[in-house]
């Protein structure tokens, strides 16, 4: 049982960090750190919906860590990191109030928590507080992937729940 | 439970405050040409860039990477940077905007404000 | 739903409004005397820049050298004069300085300035004969004041230059203290002198001029103090490869060479950190460092000719080193 439990986190740790590496490839949307697609969230949001938290939130940090690692931007592990956390915990409370036919909006306030947790740790690193003159941007930036990835997830959930539950 | 029109209704509100916001944020302009270079928050260079008679190459180094920054009579830029996600050098120039440029790996910010990030200068 | 609505709309509206609470306005004043720019900026009645004006165009009337009806250029003519308090005064403690320095603040050194032609921009290099009989009217004992009156041997001039912002720095901050006055910002030419903190509490940034550069060597976070600093960097000239600037040692009557490029001098005695900034550019490092030991009520911020930057311990915590200087090491120096 905990054999395949590891076996299926890893693959989807694979899918996530895959996932990733090649969202990287794509070229920046905009000139402002923390705009992306964050595609490798579905992973985790599916997760989280499918297998619960302690599954998603290993995923999550395993994906965040090897993720700065083989793009050689570990620099970036900071931003990733409380990004991540914040969305994770944001996505975590949402779950309790929100249907599985809701996902989707989790997954927007996922996202605008990401990213308002990668400018936290941007302004806290840098002591610039002037960067939060991009929480705005950011906040559109990320509703509008956040839309795109929860539906992605909410698709996945409806497909995959019975593969991966069992 | 949530009602969805509710979600809807909520998300929706975030987006269009956010949307004007920015708008509002990033269509002010600076006020100022005075490009004050920042590492890891402390004031690295003031430079005024209206002041400027021709073009001036700063060189940032830190044990965390290179940035080399451009700045030219108005404006500011930088031209190289051995950060992995070059953000800072996709930015392109500054000329007259309040969003700072920001090189996150490397903890640097590029931001223009209408007077330098001192009170006074002294000098002989 | 409503409710949420409105609720998360209040939130927002009350987050934008709260970044913009407003900031009292300064006075400000631009205002040109004493061969220089002085900018002024006061947080409090509109009415005192006009009587700062008055102060600063008093001072000036009285101690300028290029002012043919000033109390020092009509001493410096007859070699005798009565002074007015206030001259007299700075007059005396110009002579102390001049005394704790051992000469290397001389008041008298005006008639070798003047030859090398650093008060009318006419730039030459004198002759050795010129130098040695200049050299002979440089001896700021030979000042004598009694009481009001002072007078000077035939040949000597008197230039009070070297401590005249300093004093109006002091002046001017103990009129507006006076006054209720808790925070001002005095630019007086580069020679600045603070009152109190910034209105938010925080203490008032200066940038020290980078002698090699355009930008600053470092900033200093100070309060309720005079920062003034001598370099050779700003009024000089170049001939025959050679840099000549404008501070001489008196010993020598030629531009002073002690291996600094740059010396701030940071305290709450405007007049004295004046003085000494000129002093302690002609000392050089060393003896700098030494008469720093033996006195107190200063800091000392100097930059050697290979661009190595000394704080005095004083200064430790107020003040970074900034753009190039970044990656240097800061020399700290300390007593004993």
Not at chain 1, 59 to 85: P, T
Not at chain 1, 86 to 114: G, N
Request: hydrophobic letters at 45%; a negative charge.
């Amino acid at each position: 049982m905990n054999l395949k439990r590891l076996c299926r986190d890893a693959v989807l740790t694979a899918v996530a960090l895959t996932i990733f590496i090649v969202e990287l490839q794509i070229p920046d949307l905009l000139p402002i750190p923390g705009v992306k697609l964050g595609l490798a969230n579905i992973v985790t949001v599916t997760a989280l919906f499918t297998l619960g938290p302690v599954d998603a939130l290993a995923i999550l940090l395993c994906r965040i860590l090897l993720g700065s690692l083989f793009s050689g931007n570990m620099m970036a592990l900071v931003y990733s990191l409380s990004g991540g956390l914040l969305s994770f915990l944001v996505m975590l409370l949402l779950k309790k109030i929100l249907t599985a036919k809701q996902l989707w909006a989790a997954s927007v306030f996922a996202a605008v928590a990401h990213n308002l947790g990668q400018i936290l740790a941007a302004v806290a690193v840098t002591a610039t507080p002037s960067l939060f003159i991009y929480l705005p941007i950011l906040t559109v930036s990320g509703v509008v992937t956040g839309l795109f990835t929860g539906a992605a997830a909410q698709f996945a959930v409806k497909r995959l729940s019975g593969v991966l539950k069992n | 439970m949530v009602k969805t029109r509710t979600l809807v209704t909520i998300i929706l509100c975030i987006l269009l405050l956010a949307i004007a916001a920015s708008l509002f944020l990033w269509l002010r302009p600076a006020g100022g040409r005075v490009a004050n270079v920042y590492l890891d928050g402390e004031l690295l260079y003031s430079i005024d860039l209206d002041a400027l008679t021709e073009k001036k190459t700063y060189t940032v180094e830190t044990d965390r990477g290179v940035n080399v920054l451009v700045a030219e009579p108005g404006r500011i830029r930088v031209e190289s940077a051995d950060c992995p996600d070059q953000v800072c050098v996709d930015f392109g120039w500054l000329t007259d905007s309040a969003a700072p440029i920001v090189c996150l790996p490397h903890r640097l910010v590029i931001q223009l404000t209408g007077e330098t990030d001192v009170d006074a200068e002294v000098g002989g | 739903m409503r409710r949420a609505t409105l609720t998360a709309l209040s939130l927002a509206l009350t987050l934008a409004l709260s970044s913009c609470s407003p900031a009292p306005a300064p006075q400000t004043d631009t205002v040109f005397a004493m061969d220089t720019v002085m900018e002024l900026t006061v947080y409090g009645d509109e009415e005192l820049l006009g009587e700062a004006q008055a102060l600063i165009a008093d001072t000036e009337a009285r101690l300028s050298v290029t002012r043919e009806d000033s109390e020092i250029s009509k001493l410096n003519k007859t070699g005798s004069g009565t002074l007015s308090g206030g001259t007299a005064a700075l007059l005396s403690r110009a002579l102390e300085i001049c005394a704790l320095t051992e000469g290397a603040l001389d008041i008298t050194v005006y008639p070798a300035v003047r030859a090398w032609g650093f008060t009318t921009g006419e730039y030459r290099v004198p002759g050795e004969d010129e130098l040695s009989a200049l050299l002979k009217k440089i001896d700021y004992a030979a000042v004598k004041l009694a009481g009001d009156t002072a007078t000077l041997p035939e040949g000597v001039l008197v230039d009070l230059g070297s401590v005249a912002k300093g004093r109006l720095g002091d002046d001017l901050a103990a009129f507006l203290t006076e006054n209720g006055v808790t925070s001002a910002l005095l630019n007086l030419g580069g020679n600045v002198r603070t009152v109190g903190a910034k209105p938010d509490g925080s203490p008032w940034r200066v940038g020290v001029r980078d002698p090699f550069g355009e930008s600053y060597l470092g900033i200093l976070e100070v309060r309720d103090v005079s920062v003034v600093t001598s370099g050779g960097y700003e009024r000089y000239f170049e001939e025959g490869g050679e840099v000549y600037w404008h501070i001489l040692d008196p010993a020598t009557a030629r531009p002073a060479k002690s291996g600094l490029v740059s010396a701030t001098v940071v305290g709450a005695d405007g007049t004295l950190c004046d003085g000494l900034s000129t002093a302690v550019f002609v000392m050089g490092l060393d003896r700098a460092v030494e008469l720093w030991k033996a006195m107190t009520g200063f800091d000392l911020v100097l930059v050697t000719e290979g661009g190595e930057v000394y704080i005095t311990d004083g200064l430790e915590g107020s003040f970074t080193l900034s753009g190039d200087y970044k990656t240097k090491e800061l020399q700290v120096v300390r007593r004993g």
